[in-house]
């Protein structure tokens, strides 16, 4: 199993601050670390959910903004 760590972000352009959320999640395939992505960035007030793995690399990036009415990479 994988493990990637969440981070979500409650105001926008927070994502050089601190995260209102962190947590740890584990996973078997990457589709159910998207399926989490979507389910955080769905909550409102959420604006930008990043997943990170073990070794600091970015694996997963979700934010929405009124500009791009939501964008994933």
Not at 5 to 23: G, L, R
Not at 70 to 73: E, N, S, T, Y
């Given at each position: 199993m994988a493990m990637a760590?969440?981070?979500?972000?409650?105001?926008?352009?927070?994502?050089?601050?601190?995260?209102?959320?962190?947590?740890t999640f584990m996973y078997a395939e990457i589709q159910e670390l998207e399926r989490q992505l979507?389910?955080?960035?769905?909550?409102?007030?959420?604006?930008?959910?990043?997943?990170f793995n073990t070794y600091g690399n970015l694996v997963g990036e979700i934010f929405k903004s009124k500009k791009t009415n939501?964008?994933?990479?």
């Open positions: 760590m969440i981070y979500v972000f409650k105001e926008p352009h927070s994502w050089k601050q601190k995260a209102a959320e962190s947590f979507i389910a955080k960035i769905s909550e409102p007030e959420v604006y930008h959910v990043t997943a939501g964008k994933a990479h």
